[in-house]
């Protein structure tokens, strides 16, 4: 199994980015997907994580500007990205709790796809 991410880029202070994710691979089932990011010089932070179920949970620095979604027909996931800041610049990563089916067992993988940088200028 294997994410990949599009989306990000340059994009002005107050502008917007879109973030999307699909998973392929033997997929059984995908629990949560979310978006990490890494600003340079600092760790790895949550931004948003989904549930299959839908529910949603956002780092206090995103709330109200960000909105995580998913499609689990397509096994996406999506980062829409508003009024970005400055201090939004880091390298996105997305994550998902991925069921694959394997040959005569379910095994659960924490998968990551590879970051994709978004950079906000001011």
């Known amino acids: 199994v294997q994410l990949q991410a599009s989306g990000g880029g340059l994009a002005q202070a107050g502008g917007s980015l879109r973030l999307s994710c699909t998973a392929s691979g033997s997929i059984f089932r995908i629990d949560d997907m979310g978006w990490y990011r890494q600003a340079p010089g600092k760790r790895r932070e949550l931004v948003a994580v989904i549930s299959d179920g839908g529910t949603r949970r956002y780092a206090d620095s995103v709330k109200g500007r960000f909105t995580i979604s998913r499609d689990n027909a397509k096994n996406t996931v999506h980062l829409q990205m508003n009024s970005l800041k400055p201090e939004d610049t880091a390298v996105y990563y997305c994550?998902?709790?991925?069921?694959?089916?394997?040959?005569?067992?379910?095994?659960?993988?924490?998968?990551w796809g590879q970051g994709t940088l978004v950079t906000v200028s001011s």
């Open positions: 994550n998902a709790e991925i069921i694959e089916a394997g040959p005569v067992t379910l095994i659960a993988k924490d998968t």
